[in-house]
């Protein structure tokens, strides 16, 4: 399922006060409709978040990380409203930021803090949705801009270069000693091809993303067992920390995971990352404001690649 703040909301409440009645009192909502609604999403979900014992509830680990990580959330959901609400009492220019599912934690804020400080005069609207949806969406200009991996080529379209995405794998700590991990000119690497029976947990309904990995597990020689398939890196990233299987995560998350786990890059003939881009449509129907982003973003996340054309790199994924 979506996550939705509604869920985030009920969830964070009844962790706080210990108690799905106190909980439903608080929210306005009866106790069944609540109980209903947590059972609800959690057979969507595929697992509990909460442990129910003769009257008395205590989140499971999922439902710990969703009430702790969800506050920030909606924090900053109530801080983008406030600051939307101020942008539209005054003058301001609009750009519609569309980025792929599951950048947007790692990407959004620090684009619009960069631009606000620099271009306080700038509204960005964001959009989260699939690539395929995004590229869609520019075509039908319901979007100024999109950040995603390299897309398909667009008609009308420009695609600038940002910053290289590195794949890494993380296992569970106490696989670490199976001997997965190989040493090549100093630097450990994980070597899939020893993984077959190792379960996995991989993101879904991500084809882009899910298109890059299945290269590796190809080459590799192995199908991986996907024991559970969420629809975001963070939970990945937490099942791998609770012994619940092996993962893969851009290198975007790694430098923002809070889990203490041990990323490696991947031992491959292939180049092991992909190239993350900025893609509008041609330079005469970008705004000014919407050059001034892209700018921002640059100087935020990008890497040598940033300001280059896309026709001078080498076999560019």
């Not at 990380?65 to 406030?82: E, F, T, V």
């Not at 199976?178 to 379960?199: C, H, Q, R, T, Y």
């Amino acid at each position: 399922m979506s996550l939705q703040f509604r869920l985030i909301e009920i969830v964070s409440t009844i962790v706080r006060l210990g108690s799905f009645s106190k909980a439903a009192e608080e929210l306005y909502i009866s106790q069944p409709a609540l109980s209903q609604y947590i059972q609800r999403a959690e057979y969507e979900l595929g697992y509990p978040l909460f442990i129910r014992d003769k009257g008395r509830c205590s989140p499971t680990e999922a439902g710990r990380i969703l009430a702790q990580k969800g506050r920030l959330l909606l924090n900053y959901r109530d801080d983008l409203i406030r600051d939307m609400a101020s942008a539209a009492a005054q003058r301001s220019e609009t750009v519609r930021l569309g980025m792929a599912n599951g950048y947007t934690r790692n990407y959004l804020s620090a684009t619009i803090e960069a631009v606000y400080q620099h271009n306080p005069q700038i509204h960005i609207v964001p959009v989260e949705d699939y690539t395929v949806k995004l590229i869609e969406m520019l075509w039908d200009r319901k979007v100024d801009i999109i950040l995603c991996p390299l897309p398909p080529e667009v008609p009308g379209a420009v695609s600038r270069p940002l910053r290289r995405e590195e794949l890494y794998f993380t296992i569970p700590p106490e696989r670490l000693q199976d001997g997965f991990l190989v040493i090549e000119n100093g630097e450990m690497l994980a070597d899939l091809s020893k993984m077959a029976d190792v379960p996995f947990v991989l993101v879904k309904d991500a084809p882009r993303f899910s298109d890059f990995f299945d290269l590796f597990f190809r080459e590799a020689g192995i199908s991986p067992n996907i024991v559970f398939a969420p629809d975001n890196w963070e939970t990945c990233d937490s099942m791998a920390s609770a012994n619940v299987g092996a993962t893969l995560v851009p290198d975007i998350w790694v430098k923002n995971s809070r889990n203490g786990n041990r990323y490696y890059r991947i031992k491959s003939r292939r180049r092991t990352y992909r190239i993350m881009t900025i893609t509008y449509l041609q330079e005469q129907t970008l705004s000014d404001a919407g050059r001034q982003v892209i700018a921002q973003m640059e100087r935020v996340f990008g890497d040598d690649l940033a300001g280059r054309r896309l026709e001078e790199l080498d076999d560019p994924i």
